[in-house]
């Protein structure tokens, strides 16, 4: 009985750790009165009081007045209000940076199947490889002219290793 109770007190100790861990973090909430500030102001305080990190523009923003009574909102839920009506908007990313831009809201993802590699690149790649080395023996016995033809006086300086090939004699 008391090994059976131990058993049951062990795996409760193990299992207690995932129940904690699958559960989804809360976006952080913020309260405060902002009245009569400006955008860098209003950033200043948010971002003394939350882990979040602004990123914008100063002349996208510097005719914005922030007038906004928040209690236990999130971030987004005050920026939708602070921007409706105006043609600004935000991102957050995972790691809690905000990127403020005008026109256009950034797209923080990657496309599906971005970091992904599909088997029909790989065969293009294996064949490219042996397109390049067919190109590296075709290059190698193939005739090179330099300079343009019938140009007498015509000079020029070959560094490398060069082989000179003549019909007559098998090359030299």
Known sequence: ??????????????LAPLSLYAQVTEEEKI??????????DFVGQVENKSAYRFYYLPA?????????????????EILEVLFSGSDLHYSTDP?????ITRG?????DFSPGYFTIRKESAKKEEKLTVNTQQERTFAKNRLWE?????TAGSEATLSGKCHWLCPLDGGG
């Open 95 to 99: 790691q809690q940076r905000v990127f």
């Open 60 to 76: 996208d923003v510097d005719s914005l007045l922030i007038n906004v009574h928040a209690y236990r909102n999130t971030l987004g």
């Open 31 to 40: 309260s405060g009165i902002f009245s009569n500030l400006s955008f860098e």
């Open 146 to 150: 330099i300079g343009q033809r019938g």
């Open 104 to 108: 256009k809201a950034l797209s923080l």
């Open 1 to 14: 009985m008391i090994k059976m109770l131990h058993l049951v007190v062990c795996l409760l100790l193990l």
